[in-house]
């Protein structure tokens, strides 16, 4: 957008309806725009080929939210269960999720069981890992405890989102899965696997060693690589998924695990960083897409759009404090990039982290550019 164009002048422009332009980007009355931002158009487009779409849903996201977003989803990963160090399977614990199962049931979607090792502080928990994927008992109970929760409560299947994995538990963390996956197939139940975003097999760090690419492939049905939070809270002001580091972690994985196995993580968030930026006292506020081109709009600033990394981001300062700030977020631009990398290299689909907002070009882009397969 440049600065004085207006709704009307660009549906004229485009033939198409203002209304349609205000509905699918969600814009508020009265309707101004950001110089620089980004719109979605409505076009007569014939999808190519299909691909698999999941997001991750805490128990308590909005029921309007999680119906507007179903009709774009192939699956929806319920945000999540945990366990003890002896095995014994531990509920969500922001609330019931049995309205999220009725509600994706009932758009013909598959609930998907999310297990995470959130210890008592909310927080990744490697040591609960290691406890009971070393002991052959606590393994049998978890799994047990998996097969009768999801008969139960009508899941479809299970993902496994374990992130902290000492290297010393890779291998055990792999006979786990493959467990689980034998487990789920003897019930007619998919198994599914979030990875760190490795870009070779070598990588260092506490995020990448305890996953071994090759044999997770091997055993899961599918994967999901988190390729996200190379901007994160804690961290300097990045963008969030960057098309440039986003294309390694591909190329790599791709190398390891069958495409038509490989789901892309896709970001529906942003990022703002008061500045200046100080490591360990900086944290940045987490603001949803459309939150963004707000803050832009309210604080007249303009959007700008790396080439490089394929995303918006901009700078504005607070009127009354006078403190600087960036955001990096996402937008229709950065999203259509992530979409041509899935095409590009004949990927299974994609997964968002997380549908709790509602970012409707999104979607309207995606179901423009491809099928949804039901798997």
């Given amino acids: 957008m440049q600065r004085g164009d207006t709704v009307d002048r660009i549906a004229a422009q485009e033939q198409v309806r203002a209304e ?3 509905y699918d ?3 508020v009355y009265p309707f101004e725009l950001a110089v620089g931002q980004a719109l979605f158009i409505a076009k007569d487009e014939t999808s190519d080929r299909s691909i698999a779409v ?3 849903a805490y128990p308590y996201i909005s029921p309007w939210v999680l119906r507007q977003t179903l009709p774009y989803l192939s699956r929806v990963h319920v945000f999540s269960y945990g366990f003890t160090f002896e095995g014994d399977l531990i509920p969500p614990l922001l609330g019931d999720e049995s309205a999220v199962i009725a509600a994706t049931l009932q758009y013909g979607v598959a609930p998907i069981l999310t297990l995470t090792p959130f210890g008592p ?3 990744f928990n490697n040591r609960l890992i290691e406890s009971v994927v070393n002991n052959e008992n606590y393994t049998a109970n978890l799994i047990t405890q998996l097969m009768e929760t999801c008969a139960a409560k009508g899941y479809s299947g299970i993902d496994i989102d374990f992130e902290y994995i000492l ?8 006979a786990f899965v493959q467990k689980t996956a034998e487990a789920c197939r003897s019930q007619g139940l998919t198994i599914s696997v979030a990875l760190a975003p490795k870009s070779s097999a070598d990588q260092k760090g506490l995020l990448y060693e305890g996953k071994d690419y090759g044999a997770l492939g091997d055993a899961a049905d599918s994967v999901l690589l988190m390729t996200y939070e190379w901007g994160y809270k804690y961290g300097p002001p990045l963008p969030v998924a960057p098309i440039n580091q986003v294309r390694k972690v591909v190329e790599y994985a791709i190398t390891e695990i069958l495409p038509s196995k490989i789901d892309l993580g896709i970001p529906n968030y942003g990022y703002d960083w008061p500045l200046p930026f100080e490591q360990g006292v900086t944290a940045a506020r987490t603001i949803g897409n459309i939150e963004a081109v707000r803050i832009a709009i309210m604080n007249d600033a303009v959007i700008q759009y790396d080439e490089t990394a394929q995303s918006p981001y901009f700078t504005y300062t607070e009127p009354e404090s006078g403190v600087g700030h960036i955001v990096w977020f996402e937008d229709v631009r950065s999203i259509r990039a992530k979409f041509d990398l899935i095409r590009e290299f004949g990927l299974r689909g994609c997964g968002y982290w997380t549908i709790m907002q509602l970012f409707r070009a999104n979607w309207l882009l995606l ?5 949804i397969r039901y798997t």
């Fill in 20 to 22: 349609d332009i205000v």
């Fill in 25 to 27: 980007n969600q814009l």
């Fill in 54 to 56: 999941g997001g991750y």
């Fill in 121 to 123: 502080d909310g927080a």
């Fill in 167 to 174: 290297a010393s538990d890779r291998d055990a963390f792999t």
């Fill in 367 to 371: 179901a423009s550019e491809f099928e």
